[in-house]
């Protein structure tokens, strides 16, 4: 624009110029020149200070007159000149000028296709960069979720070690109840088999003191023998008696003590066993714990990867986004100083082939000079540029729409071949503006009270008792407008006609 600016200062300089010297020019054609007195004896003649001898006063006089009218021609030859070369100047003007507005159009529509080309690419960026940005935020959770996993796994871990101890700990607990078990059957064998000695030694005495007995020949050495080994035979018995419970509560002992044995091998066993199997889980989860962690390890290089490869994409846009911003105020700055406007509009293209509809919500019956003015004008727009009519649609319901329309068509504000389409309508499967085929048939009763208005049609009907049984209400062309039932004294019903008579809308 500079350079536009430059060249018009220029071509405005110049048309300055041309002007001032056609101005020049014309004032001097335009003064008279003043009569030249007769040269008095104190005024020097110019030709005298050249040594040319002065002439005489009439010679003065005739010589001065065709020399007047000659300035004369010379001016207006000089006038028509300078209006030749002005008009020519302002032509000149006039196509730089027109160039000048024709090279500002284009760099205008430059502009703003340059501005519309960088606002789409800023808009796509910008799209991209939201996008880079959500997908940074779940990466980064995603690897906040790795690390948590990391940090809380060991809890499990640390069960399965718990698990170990406890099961340890029995085992180790079942190993010391069998050796105590086995001290003490010992221990009772030891007793049994002193006991059972004991048992032997007092046999033989027994045995020792009934061969004493049985080998003495002597009566009254065997009655002697006899009575002094009679209280060591009680003794005897006695302690044999003693001994010989004493082995049975052994023995007993002995054979708890030996299934109490059997059971805490059992239990051995059994805590050998859940001690390996808790020994061999831990083992399992060490080795799934190191698989997981490696490959955690790989997912998480390849997300730290990923964050920063969308981290340095996120980065490269932003730089982008911000270059193509910084354009787009550039060249909206631009448009603003140079054009007073950022936007172009573009022009409207009609499709030959489509067909193309005017929606309103309704149309209303008096329209004002300006509306009128604005119909016309989207329907001429219409006629010349689209082959077809276009048709007008409609939402509200209106009862006069018909009406309405014909005066439209009446006013000249609407082709005849023009389509109306409403809702409503539509719903009734009527063409609008067509006659009813028939109307509204009342009931007949000599019993009943017709009431009558002044053009003889019937406005309300009430039963023998004065009881409302309907009202009419009439249109100011006497068609039938709406229909009100009663039941007793409520309004329970009420039937509307379009202004062509058919039944529209029951409320």
Do not use: C
């Not at 960088?118 to 935020?137: D, F, G, I, M, S």
């Not at 003490?184 to 030891?190: A, G, V």
């Not at 001994?243 to 050998?272: C, D, Y």
């Not at 009128?372 to 006629?383: D, H, T, V, W, Y």
């Amino acid at each position: 624009m500079k350079m536009f600016n430059k060249k018009r200062r220029d071509k405005n300089e110049d048309y300055r110029n041309h002007s001032e010297r056609a101005t020049a020019t014309s004032t001097v054609a335009a003064q008279k020149p003043k009569p030249k007195a007769t040269q008095s004896s104190t005024t020097p003649n110019v030709r005298s200070s050249a040594g040319v001898r002065p002439t005489s006063s009439s010679v003065t006089a005739s010589t001065s007159a065709p020399v007047k009218g000659q300035n004369r021609v010379n001016q207006r030859r000089a006038t028509q000149t300078a209006a030749k070369n002005s008009v020519a100047i302002e032509r000149e003007m006039a196509d730089l000028n027109k160039q000048y507005q024709t090279l500002r159009g284009e760099l205008k529509v430059q502009l703003v296709q340059d501005r519309k080309h960088e606002k789409q690419q800023y808009e796509t960026l910008v799209a991209e960069q939201l996008n880079l940005e959500q997908q940074l935020k779940d990466a980064k959770v995603t690897l906040s979720k790795q690390d948590k996993v990391v940090n809380t796994n060991d809890s499990e871990r640390q069960g399965m070690v718990k698990t170990i101890n406890a099961a340890q700990k029995r085992y180790d607990d079942a190993k010391k109840a069998l050796a105590k078990s086995d001290q003490t059957i010992k221990s009772l064998e030891k007793k049994i088999t002193q006991s059972e000695q004991s048992l032997a030694d007092l046999k033989q005495n027994e045995a020792d003191m009934r061969k004493a007995i049985q080998g003495e020949q002597d009566l009254k050495k065997l009655f002697v023998l006899m009575k002094q080994q009679e209280k060591q035979a009680q003794d005897l018995y006695q302690k044999s008696d003693a001994i010989n419970s004493e082995l049975v509560k052994l023995q007993k002992r002995e054979q708890t003590e030996t299934r109490e044995r059997s059971r805490k091998e059992h239990a051995i066993t059994s805590a050998e066993k859940d001690l390996h199997t808790a020994q061999d889980a831990l083992v399992a989860y060490d080795r799934k714990k190191k698989s997981a962690q490696d490959e955690q390890e790989r997912s998480l290089n390849l997300i730290n990867q990923k964050i920063n490869r969308l981290q340095h994409d996120y980065d490269q846009n932003a730089t982008i986004v911000k270059g193509l911003q910084q354009k787009i105020e550039s060249i909206d700055a631009k448009l603003k100083s140079d054009y007073g406007t950022t936007h172009l509009v573009s022009p409207v293209e009609f499709d030959q082939s489509a067909k193309y509809f005017l929606f309103s919500t309704d149309l209303i019956q008096s329209l004002s000079g300006d509306e009128k003015a604005s119909m016309e004008m989207i329907m001429g727009l219409l006629k010349s540029e689209v082959k077809d009519k276009a048709n007008v649609i409609t939402v509200n319901y209106n009862d006069s729409l018909p009406e309405i329309w014909n005066s439209y068509q009446s006013a000249g504000l609407v082709d005849k071949r023009t389509g109306l389409y409403n809702m409503y309508y539509t719903i009734q499967a009527k063409v609008p503006g067509a006659v009813a085929k028939t109307k509204p048939e009342l009931p007949d009763n000599p019993a009943w009270q017709y009431k009558r208005n002044a053009d003889k049609q019937i406005v309300s009907i009430a039963d023998d008792g004065g009881n409302p049984i309907m009202t009419l209400k009439y249109r100011k062309n006497g068609a039938i407008w709406y229909m009100t039932y009663f039941n007793g004294s409520l309004a329970t019903r009420r039937d509307v006609y379009d202004a062509a008579g058919f039944l529209s809308v029951t409320q």
